[in-house]
């Protein structure tokens, strides 16, 4: 087995999510996968496989240290550069089929970047008045400052509070505890004042942050949250509050300064792009784990 380790969505180097990628793992099981990755640490580790689809190029296991995901955006872009930098060749040039747990998703080679086609969302809508007061407690905001509490499940099942500001965003003082799988984020417009001293927030024009619990239930922010933006690009498209491409900033407040580009298509599919950067290739897992 060999361990690449990714990062992905950075606006320079080591500034986005760091993501670990094992390969040649087809004979661990799930509890051992799920081992490997508290071990490791990161948000999420990804666990290359041979495809079981036939439209498929490769199979892809995403976890995280309280469990497995059937869809995550940085793990999706940080495992198809992976599978490329390996030697991997797609069916179709220039397009990437990944199989997992939700089934396939499109990733487009685009210049410098990856780009995955978001998958369709399976809960939004307003919250009720009991799941927002909620996650605006677990957020640390104050509620004068929300604007809209949305869901916006597409595999985690985020709940995004939309705020008046970027400065509202990283002012939040989120709890220290969560239930296990809570999955809230903040969303909020950046202007010149609040993209002061970030390479990613002067060139974007929305400041995101995302939160998790991890397995001791602690609330832990992710650096840079490809499924969220994801998520939140739909919300921003079919509320009319983007009318075409933007980009979006993250991980400011955890040492990180991401930047995602988000579009829409004429035909109405919403893309995902980020830059994603090997770090380290190859290092050897020999286990037995």
């Known amino acids: 087995m060999q361990l690449d380790l990714v990062d992905v969505f950075g606006s320079a180097p080591l500034s986005g999510n760091p993501l670990a990628v094992v390969r040649g793992g087809e004979d661990l099981d799930s509890e051992t996968m799920q081992r490997i990755t508290r071990w490791l640490g990161y948000s999420e580790t990804t666990f290359l ?13 995403i976890f995280y240290p309280a469990g497995e995901l059937p869809f995550a955006g940085h793990p999706t872009l940080g495992s ?39 998958p369709a969302l399976v809960r939004s809508g307003a919250l009720d008045a009991e799941d927002l007061a909620e996650t605006i407690r677990l957020c ?44 809230v984020a903040l969303l909020g417009p950046i202007t010149t004042t609040s993209a002061a ?5 002067s060139a974007a024009q929305w400041e995101l942050r995302a939160f998790f619990a991890d397995a001791s239930g602690r609330l832990c922010e992710d650096p840079v949250t490809g499924s969220l933006n994801a998520a939140v690009a739909q919300y921003l498209f079919a509320s009319g509050q983007a009318q075409g491409p933007y980009v979006a900033a993250q991980g400011r407040k955890v ?35």
């Open 140 to 183: 640390g905001v104050d509620e004068g400052d929300v604007l809209a509490g949305v869901h916006a499940a597409n595999g985690p099942g985020w709940k995004v509070l939309h705020l008046t500001s970027a400065e509202a965003v990283l002012a939040a003082e989120p709890a220290a505890r969560a239930p296990l799988h809570t999955d």
């Open 49 to 61: 496989l041979p495809p079981t689809d036939p439209a498929a190029d490769y199979r892809v296991r």
């Open 80 to 118: 198809a550069h992976a599978w490329l930098a390996a030697g991997g060749v797609p069916r179709t040039a220039g397009t990437i089929v990944q199989e997992c747990g939700i089934g396939l998703v499109e990733v487009r080679q685009e210049r410098e970047m990856l780009a995955f086609r978001a």
């Open 197 to 201: 001293g970030s390479a990613a927030g």
């Open 255 to 289: 040492g990180a300064d991401g930047l995602v580009h988000c579009r829409r298509d004429a035909d109405g599919a919403v893309w995902i792009a980020g830059k994603a950067t090997t770090v380290s290739e190859g290092g050897a897992l020999p286990g037995p784990f």
